[in-house]
């Protein structure tokens, strides 16, 4: 009766008071995920965000701004947790009981709204802000006397913002690259693989851009093809390899024609945040049916070898 | 007579009226706002969550026109993506339960991650550690260098070997770096050091989706000198999307 009670007992412990949470998922969304401003010296600006539970535990978090900077060409990010590069912007929340930097608790499927606050001095250097609006969870696990990894989550937007008194911030890019990849500078292809273009452009101006335009293709045979780039923002002192899109799809920047043959021509051409020809490339390159040639010679050395071993086999 | 005039007067108000549209360009000197969504609002808007001044507005408004008058444009979001669903990452456990540690036997475990884009473009997932694996008496478990001395922080390597001992992590699935492949180990980026080690990438994708999937596999092997005791750190991921 006792091993009963004992083992009743015990279970209700187990069930009523777990040890330990640690197979339990944690989740976290946030909205939105992109923040881009200009903004002129003196302005102040607000923006809601919201925050999501979507794990399995109640969280308790932190929020903090930190800087950034790209940490590679495809729009990667790499935190700089010395927030000196965002002096003198400031930043706050205007919840009324919520302060950017304060513990707050987030339990499971709820949203928690923020509304972030910048404020640009009069004095604040025109030039861009890169920075993050970052939330982290605490550790949860009671880890119950074992070796263990306890786990802590990040998640965060980032803000690229850029003080200019006009509006109008110097925005200057140059074309790192524009080629085929695989292609050396003599640029032949087999016709029955379609071209696909690198194109890397660098911003050698003081504000972000995105770079609004297309590439062309055309053939001797007045075949042509367009290709749109895809929006994407490229900071100040960095390049950005950018992809391009099709029916609102990012895709790679490669040509759909199936089969092409005789010389190209491709020429890249876009404006900063504007649809121009502001900036241009043009590469050219001949397209062969190499790999069908290669089969045919194959084919024809397989048929010789039969037919002299057949004449010789008769002779 | 009056009737007549009254018709005609109908008639022509109809005739001359042009059409009204529900969104008109708004412009002066100022400014122009192509799409007028305006809000207004009056007093002083007050909940148990908000203390707001004076703003009015609403979420990802577009791109505001009329630079002069507001002194600022904002654009929330991605220009290539109509979507309103938050930038979600999940990870399946909060916490890798190593148990108790045996001389030259590897014990793994696993953390599942979720990623879904949403209205982000792309995203970036990184991890790094608090410091190594570290008991309550100070002594550490180094991070592994894989069996031919060859992995750290940004370079995997293979670790089949039970005689190669330390901590560190493996990356299959979805969106995983190449480096990972055919089961290879590296270490985490180490934050406890003089000069932090930077945190790498375990997940990277550049184009939207939903529900991209990788697995982690922690493995740690101890060897006879180490000595006993209870061994934790904090693995650290850092989610963000792509700008």
């Given amino acids: 009766m006792k091993k009963i009670k004992y083992l009743l007992i015990a279970f209700i412990l187990l069930v009523f008071f777990p040890q330990t949470v640690r197979a339990q998922s944690l989740g976290l969304g946030i909205y939105p995920p992109l923040l881009e401003v ?51 912007l400031q930043f706050g929340f205007l919840n009324a009981d919520l302060r950017l930097g304060q513990t707050f608790s987030l339990p499971t499927g709820k949203t928690q709204e923020v509304v972030l606050i910048i404020k640009v001095p009069e004095t604040a250097p025109e030039k861009d802000y890169y920075a993050i609006l970052l939330f982290q969870t605490s550790p949860l696990a009671n880890l119950g006397g074992q070796s263990a990894s306890q786990t802590q989550t990040k998640i965060g937007s980032p803000l690229l913002i850029s003080v200019s008194r006009t509006g109008e911030p110097f925005r200057k890019a140059s074309i790192e690259e524009f080629s085929l990849k695989n292609c050396a500078k003599l640029c032949i292809i087999d016709s029955f693989s379609p071209p696909q ?62 089969f092409l043959i005789g010389p190209f021509k491709a020429k890249l051409e876009f404006g900063l945040d504007d649809f121009s020809n502001d900036y241009q490339k043009e ?33 | 007579m009056k009737i007549k005039f009254c018709s005609f007067f109908v008639f022509l108000f109809f005739l001359l009226t042009g059409p009204v549209w529900a969104v008109h360009p708004m412009e002066s000197d100022n400014f122009k706002i192509d799409w007028p969504n305006l ?102 478990i180094d991070d592994t260098t894989c069996d031919a001395d060859d992995c750290d922080e940004v370079d995997a390597g293979t670790w089949t070997l039970s005689t190669t001992y330390g901590f560190g992590y493996g990356m299959s699935g979805t969106d995983v770096p190449g480096e990972f492949s055919g089961g290879k180990y590296k270490q985490y980026a180490d934050l406890s050091l003089p000069t932090p080690e930077t945190p790498q990438a375990v997940m990277t994708g550049s184009n939207a989706g939903r529900n991209k999937q990788a697995t982690m596999t922690l493995k740690v092997n101890v060897s006879g000198l180490q000595a006993a005791g209870v061994y934790e750190n904090i693995i650290i991921f850092i989610a963000t999307p792509t700008y």
């Avoid at chain 1, 990012?250 to 024609?257: K, R």
């Avoid at chain 2, 290539?80 to 890798?96: E, R």
Wanted: net charge negative; with cysteine.
């Fill in chain 2, 39 to 140: 809000n207004m609002g009056a007093g002083l808007p007050s909940s148990d969550n908000y203390g707001l001044g004076v703003t009015t507005g609403q979420t990802a408004p577009g791109l505001y026109e009329g630079y002069g008058s507001t002194g600022f444009k904002v654009r929330a979001g991605f220009q290539y993506i109509h979507s309103l669903i938050p930038f979600t990452f999940t990870i399946d456990k909060i916490a890798v339960d190593f148990g108790v540690l045996t001389v030259g036997v590897g014990t793994t475990d696993t953390i599942g991650l979720t990623v879904s884009c949403g209205s982000a473009g792309g995203y970036t997932i990184t991890a790094h550690e608090n410091n190594p694996l570290t008991s309550s008496a100070a002594s550490t």
């Fill in chain 1, 38 to 88: 200009t903004i002129m010296p003196g302005k102040t600006l607000t923006q809601v965000y919201h925050l999501t539970n979507s794990g399995e535990v109640n969280l308790t978090m932190t929020s903090a701004i930190v800087a950034f900077e790209p940490s590679d060409e495809t729009g990667g990010v790499k935190i700089i947790e010395n927030t000196e590069k965002l002096q003198p």
């Fill in chain 1, 283 to 315: 590469i050219q390159f001949i397209a062969l049916p190499f790999k069908l040639g290669f089969g045919l010679l194959i084919l024809v050395i397989i048929l010789g070898l039969i037919k002299s071993k057949l004449v010789l086999d008769r002779d």
């Fill in chain 1, 197 to 258: 273009w690198l194109v890397r452009i660098k911003n050698s101006g003081h504000s972000f851009f995105k770079p609004l335009g297309k590439i062309t293709l055309q053939g001797w045979l007045n075949q042509t093809e367009t290709l749109d780039l895809l929006p994407q923002n490229i900071l100040s002192d960095s390049t950005r390899e950018i992809q391009c899109q099709k029916e609102d799809q990012v895709v790679s920047c490669q040509s759909q024609s199936k």
